[in-house]
């Protein structure tokens, strides 16, 4: 059973609740992964430890603090976006998240929604979600796919944006009794203005299951090179966050990986993040463009195979084939290992 408050009201002095003693509540009914009913109930007393089962339920996210660091797969508290996470209804969810100001990292020079923020913030909702649904945190996952687009919009570049996150599951799938598929859709809003979409799927696999899959112990991450785009020619004011090295022939770039990267290698890794290799195709896309300041309009990313620390590979920009329901503009970017496409991203830049 799952409560949820009917009508919310303000805690007194000392309440372990949001609600006074004798508030309607109402508890939903669940039989396996499904809800199948819902009843009216009265509180007589202060609700107390039964109030932290499952994930709450409210009709808005709340920007007090960061959800637990752990449940995003981060170690530095500064890096965690999500600061709520409630159920609004059977596989929705309400999230919310905090952008900052400024950071070394992310940013746009025309202050509208960053999205390679938007994907990191999709990405540690999708990973809340599964651990808040019951998946170990032992667990590993891996991305298979993930989508962004981004609308015109400009934040106040005098306070943190307050980011709220509609959220739906599809395509469950359970081995075990364990969650080990699923793809979230989500819509992004700031003060009920829509400004974005994206969709990610994520893989769940336990420890065991994941070392028979990696094989061979992988490579440890080798020393980025020093033969780095310049980072004034990809957008960022910083020479360590440049994931390009100098074009080894027309538009296409050796990927360059730093493992000592605060923002990508927060945690120890096995292999590239996708999230970096995301950022890769951005930079790449801004390379073949000469426009250091172009960001995604949207991007689709197919994660083909992992990326080995000791993999050389090659970012091939592209015009995207025709018949894919592109646009004029729309470029693929293409991650190559001798050949091999091991992600691929059809892009529209703005």
């Known amino acids: 059973m799952v409560f949820r408050p009917i009508k919310p009201r303000p805690a007194g002095r000392g309440s372990p609740s949001s609600l006074f003693p004798a508030s309607p509540m109402a508890v939903w009914i669940r039989c396996g992964h499904s809800i199948v009913g ?18 709450p339920m409210r009709e808005q996210a709340l920007f007090e603090s960061s959800v637990n660091r752990e449940f995003v797969h981060k170690r530095s508290v500064s890096e965690v976006l999500l600061t709520d996470f409630v159920e609004s209804g059977p596989d929705r969810f309400i999230a919310g998240a905090q952008w900052p100001r400024w950071h070394v990292f992310y940013g746009v020079p025309d202050a509208s929604p960053d999205s390679a923020l938007m994907a990191e913030t999709l990405r540690q909702a999708v ?152 950022e890769a195709a951005r930079q790449a896309l801004r390379a073949a463009s000469s426009r250091p300041d172009a960001d995604f309009a949207s991007f689709e990313a197919e994660f083909v195979k992992l990326v080995e620390f000791s993999y050389p590979i090659d970012v091939a920009v592209t015009p995207a084939a025709a018949g894919r329901r592109c646009v004029q503009e729309a470029m693929t970017v293409t991650m190559l290992h001798r050949g091999e496409a091991m992600m691929t991203v059809l892009a529209v830049p703005k």
Not at 38 to 55: C, F, K, R
Not at 146 to 173: I, N
């Open 38 to 55: 819902q009843v009216t109930v009265m509180l007589v007393g202060p609700v107390g430890a039964g109030w932290e089962w499952g994930v």
């Open 127 to 278: 990973i809340f979600l599964s651990h808040q649904s019951g998946v170990p945190l032992t667990h590993k996952f891996l991305m298979p796919h993930m989508g962004v687009s981004v609308r015109k919009a400009a934040l106040d570049p005098l306070v943190p944006t307050q980011v709220d996150l509609e959220l739906e599951v599809t395509d469950k799938k359970f081995r075990g009794g364990e969650l080990s598929n699923l793809t979230v859709e989500a819509k992004f809003s700031i003060g009920g203005e829509p400004i974005g979409e994206g969709t990610a799927g994520a893989r769940i696999v336990n420890p065991a299951t994941y070392e028979r899959f990696r094989g061979v112990a992988p490579a440890a991450p080798a020393v980025v090179d020093a033969d780095l785009l310049a980072c004034d020619d990809v957008g960022h004011a910083a020479q360590r966050n440049v994931m390009l090295g100098t074009s080894v022939r027309p538009s296409v770039w050796p990927l360059r990986v730093d493992p000592t990267h605060p923002i990508f290698f927060d945690h120890p890794l096995d292999h590239v993040p996708g999230m970096l290799l995301v």
